[in-house]
């Protein structure tokens, strides 16, 4: 029964950790899909957006920031806040 709890209680805290990823600022994302797109040295792969999409989305999860679904969201985040300022 002691294990039952026990692994009932790591799921909500994992699940409560998993819900507190915060969004990132503007500049944050653009420094790190700038910093993804220089690391790629064929420019023409036909997945690059994808590539880019996962490097960017890797960086921002180790800082537990939210990520993005597609790389249209990703670059529309970035243009989007851009115009607001």
Same mark, same amino acid.
């Given at each position: ?8 209680? %790591?799921? +909500? *805290? ?5 819900? =507190?990823?915060? @969004?990132?600022?503007? !500049? %944050?994302? +653009? *420094? ?5 797109? =220089?690391?790629? @040295?064929?420019?023409? !792969? ?25 790389y249209v969201e990703l670059t529309s ?9």
């Open positions: 029964m002691r294990k039952v709890a026990f692994l009932l209680t %790591l799921l +909500t *805290t994992s699940n409560l950790i998993a819900d =507190e990823t915060s @969004t990132p600022t503007v !500049e %944050l994302v +653009t *420094t790190i899909h700038e910093y993804c797109l =220089e690391q790629q @040295t064929v420019k023409t !792969e036909s997945n690059i957006e994808n590539i880019i999409l996962e490097c960017v989305n890797n960086d921002l999860a180790i800082s537990a920031y939210k990520t993005f679904n597609t985040f970035i243009y989007q806040e851009k115009e607001h300022k």
